[in-house]
């Protein structure tokens, strides 16, 4: 019997004296996925962000494609002088400014038939004055 205790011991010594390595492996183990972890919440907020600014960005392009789109209309139209005409745009709002002035009132009107074919779903403000800018 003595050499089974004595096997026993042997094999819990053996036990006792790797635990601690154990232990520290899965220390470390836990701060690397923990760290890992804090890595990957970084890099989802960054795409987040990331995202954020894209569609921001998608936001001001289509209002000002919009713009650009109605001041060509306008400037292809030959019943309106265009040169004198600003056109702004507001999403939030969806509504399209037209500022300026223009030669005649059938050109003011002519200008807002315009804007409103090419701005679907938006308000048109015609602030259009009628006369020669100074």
Request: hydrophobic letters at 40%; charged letters at 35%; proline letters at 1%.
């Amino acid at each position: 019997m003595r050499k089974s205790t004595s096997a026993s011991t042997r094999f819990m010594a053996l036990v006792l004296a790797c635990a601690p390595v154990a232990c520290s492996n899965t220390v470390e183990g836990v701060k690397k996925d923990a760290k890992e972890n804090r890595v990957e919440e970084r890099a989802e907020k960054a795409v987040e962000k990331v995202a954020e600014a894209v569609h921001e960005a998608g936001h001001e392009i289509r209002v000002h494609a919009l713009a650009i789109e109605i001041k060509a209309a306008l400037v292809a139209d030959k019943r309106v002088e265009a040169g004198g005409i600003s056109v702004d745009a507001n999403e939030d709002t969806r509504t399209v400014t037209l500022k300026g002035s223009v030669p005649s009132e059938a050109q003011r009107e002519a200008a807002e038939r315009t804007a409103r074919k090419k701005a679907k779903g938006y308000r048109v403000r015609n602030l259009l004055t009628v006369g020669r800018a100074d």
